[in-house]
């Protein structure tokens, strides 16, 4: 092996079933391969501790904290009064941070991966380490549609951490030799608000594994037979999904169901809160929680939706659904990052109405037909990840070299106004 390498994700990489997993995932696994890695991390959800053996046969250590919600929350609070991002102190572990400091000192690391900006904060004082960020998307950007989204007296409060997150992002790109987000649009957004790390501010696209996610009319089917699946995937707790797929029920499957009353509107996914396990109670509704293999819930669905008013980057619940040659129907924050052409490989939405229309019309069997094709087609052009996995070993070209001072902080000028 060569040099060792911390590796530091606020989430354990493993099982691929979230979109940031899914790429943590990919990452830890490419530089365990040539690497020695030390990976520091947190389970978040009890169903993954029956893989930490697994995670661990990859790593030279691991340290694995338990993150407790309620808890992370409650230390959060601390960060009101001292001027903090709340974000800093939801992943900040003692535990953690004290084997952060034993292995680097004791195995001599000079190389540190760090997936997500919070994460950051476990090296920010360790001189001599150089640094690869991956902040896949700008939080402190979401965090400011959040507020847009929200009555006060969350608003201001979300717009207080899109603004405090912001100068986190920038100084911790300042002190990273490189900075990676999930798309080009993402990394020149960055690139515009941070204008001092822009030189080293890369786009590393995510992927999908077309082998697995591939058609196969041989699944069994999760669904009735006298059924018209319309389906949406994805982790369940998360706001933007909750917000969108209740969004769906309330505005746009009455008008499908109007047209035709077999539709069923599928929810699959993980942990689902409160106002989506409600949905289930509607006619045309259902809600399935955590399931073992999300592919026969996309082979047999009639269409895949992904109505996200609130979407960062590029949606692995797309590119999964366009690998298995079904039609999508998207808003345009889910659908253009992905650069795929609307109404051929993808259809594209921005309304309840068009949603409704849209969704109806790739219900034909030869429109889905043409439509899953070509989006198949698309994302094995462009979404191989060992292509993207071949440009990121190009981005570490010179990891070890001189990196940027670390701790210094960035001068925000302007810039700061944006948040």
Known sequence: MSDPVLFLAHRLPFPPNKGDKLRSYRLLRH?????DVFLGTFVDDPADRIHLDTVRT???????????????????????????PLSLPYYLDSGLRAWVRRVVGGHGIRRAFVFSSPMAQYVSDLPGLDCVVDFVDID???????AQARRWPMSSVFRREAARLLAAERDVAAASRVSLFVTEAEAELFRRLAPESAARVFALNNGVDGRFFRPDAGMPSPYAADEIPIAFTGAMDYWPNVD???????????????REPHARFHVVGMNPAPQVQALAQRPGV?????????????????????PLRIARGIQNKVLEAMAMARPVVASPGCAGPLGAAPGREIEVA?????????TLAVLEPARAASLGAAARARVLADYDWEAHLRR??????GWGEAAPQRGARAARGTVEALA
């Open 31 to 35: 530089l365990a391969a040539g690497h």
């Open 58 to 84: 990859w790593c030279a250590e691991a340290f694995i904290a338990d993150l407790v919600p309620w808890r992370a929350r409650l230390r959060s609070l601390r960060a009101l009064a001292s001027g903090d």
């Open 140 to 146: 402190s950007d979401k965090w400011r549609q959040y």
């Open 244 to 258: 969108a797929v209740c969004w769906f029920a309330d505005e746009v499957l009455p008008a499908i169901r109007a």
């Open 286 to 306: 259902a809600v399935s929680g955590r399931v073992p293999d999300v592919r026969p819930y996309l082979q047999h669905a009639r269409a895949v939706v992904a």
């Open 350 to 358: 921005r309304s309840a109405g068009e949603f409704a229309a849209r």
């Open 392 to 397: 990121f070993d190009r981005l570490l070209d």
